[in-house]
C-alpha cells in the first residue's frame, strides 16, 4: 500500500476566506480522489483530480468552489474557497492504481472548522 | 444503479463477544467490495478486500468477510471483539474507479 500524508491535520477558518490542503503520496499513483466527510455523515466524492488535466467533479461540487490541482503523480492540492460552515467537514485524499490495482487508500484527513 | 446499505447505524457489543456486521449491495455485474474502518480523529483503514476467488476473505486485525452472491452481501465478523475495535465502520463497493460507500456502521465496545 502508500503512504498518504495530509496538510493540514486541522485548522479552524473564518468564513470568506479560502484553504488548500495537500495530499502527498510516497509512490506514483494513477488516480487520486479528493472526499468530503461531513459529521457523523459517510463519505462523499468531490472530485477526481487528473494529472495534467482538469478534475472531474461529481454532481453538485463545482471547480469555482472546490479547485483541484494535480501536478505530477504523487501530489494533489484541494481548495475550499470562499468558506462557509457549511463546509465544516473531514476532506479526505485518496489513491488507487497503485500497483495496478483497484483499491482506494486514504490520508488521514483534514479536519476543517469554518465559523 | 449501485448502492451500498448499511442497516445498523450503531450496535453495542460486549468485549470478547461476537460481532458481525451487515453490508447490502446493489450492482449488476460481482463488485470490488471493500470494508474500511475509520477510528475517531483518524483516515479510513482498510481492513480487507474482495475482488473474486474464495467467498471467504480475511483481513487484518482478526476480521473478515464472506461475500454471498445470492443474498448481495459482504458481511463483516470477527469472533471476539476487543476494546480498541470501537471505531466507525463501512462497507464500500468498487466499480471501476468509481467507489460508493455505505453509511457507515458505528460500533460501541463494553467492558
Known amino acids: 500500500s502508500a503512504v498518504i500524508s495530509q496538510k493540514p491535520s486541522r485548522d479552524i477558518c473564518q468564513r470568506g476566506t479560502s484553504l488548500t490542503i495537500q495530499c502527498q503520496v510516497d509512490s506514483q499513483v494513477t488516480m487520486m480522489f479528493w472526499y468530503r466527510q461531513q459529521p457523523g455523515q459517510s463519505l462523499t466524492l468531490i472530485a477526481t483530480?487528473?494529472?495534467?488535466?482538469?478534475?472531474?467533479?461529481e454532481s453538485g461540487f463545482v471547480i469555482d468552489k472546490f479547485p483541484i490541482s494535480r501536478p505530477n503523480l504523487t501530489f494533489s492540492t484541494l481548495t475550499v474557497s470562499n468558506m462557509s460552515p457549511e463546509d465544516s467537514s473531514i476532506y479526505l485524499c485518496s489513491v488507487a492504481g497503485f500497483g495496478g490495482g483497484e483499491t482506494q487508500y486514504f490520508g488521514p484527513g483534514t479536519r476543517l472548522l469554518v465559523l | 444503479a449501485q448502492s451500498v446499505t448499511q442497516p445498523d447505524i450503531h450496535i453495542t457489543v460486549s468485549e470478547g463477544a461476537s460481532l458481525e456486521l451487515r453490508c447490502n449491495y446493489s450492482?449488476?455485474?460481482?463488485?470490488?467490495l471493500f470494508w474500511y474502518v475509520q477510528s475517531p480523529g483518524q483516515g479510513l483503514q482498510l481492513l480487507l478486500k474482495?475482488?473474486?476467488?474464495?467467498?471467504l476473505v480475511q483481513g487484518i486485525k482478526g476480521f473478515e468477510a464472506e461475500f454471498k452472491r445470492s443474498q448481495s452481501s459482504f458481511n463483516l465478523r470477527k469472533p471476539s471483539v476487543h476494546w480498541s475495535d470501537a471505531a466507525e465502520y463501512f462497507c464500500a463497493v468498487g466499480t471501476g474507479n468509481q467507489f460508493y460507500f455505505g453509511t457507515g456502521t458505528s460500533l460501541t465496545v463494553i467492558p
Open positions: 483530480a487528473n494529472q495534467g488535466s482538469e478534475a472531474t467533479y
Open positions: 450492482y449488476g455485474a460481482t463488485p470490488y
Open positions: 474482495y475482488f473474486s476467488g474464495d467467498t
